[in-house]
């Protein structure tokens, strides 16, 4: 089979589109990862491994890794919708993102203009509201509002990169809320091996054994803690992150919703029922923001986020547009895989404790 030349700019074909479907499902657990893939798709290991180094390359697979549960793991995390006059947007935004806990960092279409992700570790001296008041002190926010899930309905971010799926398409069955751990913490031992499942898994024939000569484990150890954090769902899968633009998905509409208190749960499960659908959530409402039901929908184009979110509107019956709002990314200025257990937390609450100036996030 003849694959394309290399390029930074390199544009998936056919075959590139099956495989992103194929790592964003999730990759096994077993001493050849990338033979597995190809296995499953038709392509032999070393196509897989070509053509991830050109997916990678071109910015289009961000990492691929184990994909933790932050609260199954003890941190304390939630959604952040902060107001900033235009003029200060920017220097907000970074100020906020030098906090290693913000994963996601965007500008959206709204009052509200600055949404984040931020998480604390377990044993933070600050905790998370007072992390936030510290982030909206220093970087001159009009407002900040905590939004944390009090229920969640789905997450599950896999990007349909071969275009075949209707935009209204809902799955057969309800699908179940997701489990968040088993309740006990991660031990001394669970963190080392956190430590190394949330790496970029390497391109190579035996990626494992890479991690297993760098850490002095065993290949047998780190699948095997792999295996365990799957089964008490520390990990909610092992798989292919996408950097949803560079891989053809332009449009990022969060759909917010005015769902009346007795309908929530009806309605959550059967939004989360939506394939395009990728979280659906409930958080919090406050006199400024009074949408409780969130729904996070990736398209190729507004036009299609719209179709998906019209669906859902005359599904639910909440089909006034006064009961919801669309809020679209217009602008990313941070979005990492969260690092669990690093120093980094700590040395940012010395400089917040202290009154040091915060770190801030420069984009790449």
């Given at each position: 089979?003849?694959?394309?030349?290399?390029?930074?700019?390199?544009?998936?074909?056919?075959?590139?589109?099956?495989?992103?479907?194929?790592?964003?499902?999730?990759?096994?657990?077993?001493?050849?990862?990338?033979?597995?893939?190809?296995?499953?798709?038709?392509?032999?290991?070393?196509?897989?491994?070509?053509?991830?180094?050109?997916?990678?390359?071109?910015?289009?697979?961000?990492?691929?890794?184990?994909?933790?549960?932050?609260?199954?793991?003890?941190?304390?995390?939630?959604?952040?919708?902060?107001?900033?006059?235009?003029?200060?947007?920017?220097?907000?935004?970074?100020?906020?993102?030098?906090?290693?806990?913000?994963?996601?960092?965007?500008?959206?279409?709204?009052?509200?203009?600055?949404?984040?992700?931020?998480?604390?570790?377990?044993?933070?001296?600050?905790?998370?509201?007072a992390t936030v008041d510290k982030l909206q002190e220093a970087s001159g926010a009009e407002s900040m509002r905590l939004l944390p899930t009090l229920k969640?309905?789905?997450?599950?971010?896999?990007?349909?990169?071969?275009?075949?799926?209707?935009?209204?398409?809902?799955?057969?069955?309800?699908?179940?809320?997701?489990?968040?751990?088993?309740?006990?913490?991660?031990?001394?031992?669970?963190?080392?091996?956190?430590?190394?499942?949330?790496?970029?898994?390497?391109?190579?024939?035996?990626?494992?054994?890479?991690?297993?000569?760098?850490?002095?484990?065993?290949?047998?150890?780190?699948?095997?803690?792999?295996?365990?954090?799957?089964?008490?769902?520390?990990?909610?899968?092992?798989?292919?992150?996408?950097?949803?633009?560079?891989?053809?998905?332009?449009?990022?509409?969060?759909?917010?919703?005015?769902?009346?208190?007795?309908?929530?749960?009806?309605?959550?499960?059967?939004?989360?029922?939506?394939?395009?659908?990728?979280?659906?959530?409930?958080?919090?409402?406050?006199?400024?923001?009074?949408?409780?039901?969130?729904?996070?929908?990736?398209?190729?184009?507004?036009?299609?986020?719209?179709?998906?979110?019209?669906?859902?509107?005359?599904?639910?019956?909440?089909?006034?547009?006064?009961?919801?709002?669309?809020?679209?990314?217009?602008?990313?200025?941070?979005?990492?895989?969260?690092?669990?257990?690093?120093?980094?937390?700590?040395?940012?609450?010395?400089?917040?404790?202290?009154?040091?100036?915060?770190?801030?996030?420069?984009?790449?």
């Amino acid at each position: 089979m003849t694959t394309a030349p290399a390029s930074p700019r390199h544009k998936p074909d056919e075959v590139d589109r099956d495989l992103l479907n194929a790592l964003q499902a999730g990759i096994a657990l077993v001493p050849h990862p990338y033979r597995e893939v190809g296995e499953r798709i038709g392509l032999s290991e070393d196509e897989v491994l070509e053509r991830m180094t050109r997916l990678k390359e071109g910015g289009i697979v961000r990492q691929v890794s184990a994909i933790f549960d932050t609260r199954a793991l003890g941190y304390e995390s939630s959604l952040v919708a902060a107001r900033y006059p235009e003029d200060k947007l920017f220097e907000g935004a970074a100020i906020v993102g030098g906090h290693p806990g913000v994963s996601h960092n965007y500008r959206r279409t709204h009052a509200f203009n600055l949404w984040f992700t931020v998480a604390v570790e377990p044993e933070s001296r600050l905790g998370l509201e007072a992390t936030v008041d510290k982030l909206q002190e220093a970087s001159g926010a009009e407002s900040m509002r905590l939004l944390p899930t009090l229920k969640l309905y789905k997450i599950n971010v896999q990007l349909d990169m071969t275009g075949s799926q209707d935009n209204t398409a809902k799955e057969d069955a309800p699908r179940k809320a997701p489990q968040r751990g088993d309740g006990a913490l991660p031990t001394e031992r669970d963190k080392e091996f956190i430590q190394i499942l949330q790496r970029d898994l390497p391109l190579t024939s035996a990626p494992f054994d890479v991690w297993a000569e760098e850490s002095g484990r065993s290949v047998g150890e780190i699948l095997g803690a792999a295996e365990t954090f799957a089964e008490r769902t520390y990990m909610r899968r092992f798989a292919a992150v996408l950097n949803h633009r560079r891989a053809g998905f332009g449009a990022n509409g969060m759909a917010v919703w005015k769902v009346p208190e007795e309908r929530l749960e009806e309605l959550g499960p059967r939004m989360a029922a939506f394939k395009a659908v990728s979280h659906c959530y409930r958080r919090p409402t406050y006199p400024d923001w009074p949408y409780n039901l969130f729904t996070m929908v990736h398209s190729t184009s507004m036009d299609a986020c719209e179709e998906t979110i019209e669906a859902i509107a005359a599904d639910s019956g909440l089909d006034d547009p006064d009961q919801r709002a669309v809020l679209y990314s217009t602008l990313e200025f941070k979005k990492i895989r969260l690092v669990y257990y690093t120093p980094e937390y700590r040395e940012w609450e010395e400089f917040a404790l202290s009154g040091g100036e915060l770190p801030r996030w420069t984009r790449a």
